[in-house]
């Protein structure tokens, strides 16, 4: 990794109720840098032309038809493919841009031809993301883990489709990390300190 402090690009995978993108917004205020979340969705349907849900169904899956008029009447493609396309663009432009930081959507993948890139993964244990999503979303344990299972086969199956490999490949990341043995607020001030030393 070349680091510069004048331009860093921090990429936080994570497993589902482990806290990245919390962790990450901190972060992101702490530094006075840019952070993408959701919001790089936005950023794909407004490039797209297309609706939110249909760019959502798409981002979440792998083969997503989409009708689209031509000269010869309506023909097909998979949207899913164009929407991960287009979120590359979008990811690489604005890390181009400035310094920030960006959730999940594989961006150390489609950032891995950049020396500027600091590449993290937090997980937690199953327990302990459970209990963080019954208290985020005020539902029962049932429902939490059954949210929690879902998310991280859909995070686990959309990573392995767009880059072949496994999201917490310790080979892709500069660091993982447990949020669980710091909490968020002390994980955030953690990977603070990390960029601060990078910089001296």
């Known amino acids: 990794m070349n680091f510069n402090p004048d331009h860093i690009i921090i990429t936080i995978g994570c497993e589902y109720g482990a806290g990245g993108p919390q962790i990450g917004k901190m972060l992101a205020d702490a530094l006075g840098i840019e952070y993408y979340d959701r919001d790089l969705v936005d950023k794909v349907v407004n490039q797209l032309g297309v609706s939110r849900g249909l760019v959502e169904q798409a981002d979440q899956k792998t083969n997503v038809q989409y009708a689209f008029e031509t000269s010869l009447g309506p023909r097909y493609a998979n949207l899913s493919n164009r929407v991960i396309f287009t979120q590359s663009e ?19 993948y489609l950032l891995r031809d950049r020396d500027d890139v600091l590449d993290v993964f937090l997980y937690a244990p199953k327990d302990v993301r459970i209990a963080s999503i019954m208290e985020q979303d005020h539902v029962d344990a049932k429902k939490a883990k059954e949210i929690v299972e879902y998310n991280d086969e859909l995070n686990h199956s959309r990573h392995k489709y767009i880059t072949g490999t496994h999201r917490g490949d310790r080979s892709q990341r500069d660091l ?25």
Not at 90 to 108: P, T
Not at 179 to 198: H, I, N
């Open 90 to 108: 979008v990811i690489n432009d604005l890390a181009e841009k400035s310094s920030c930081v960006i959730i999940g959507r594989s961006a150390n």
């Open 176 to 200: 993982l990390l447990d949020t669980s043995l710091l909490g968020w607020d002390k994980t955030a001030k953690y990977l603070l300190m990390l960029v601060e030393m990078l910089g001296e």
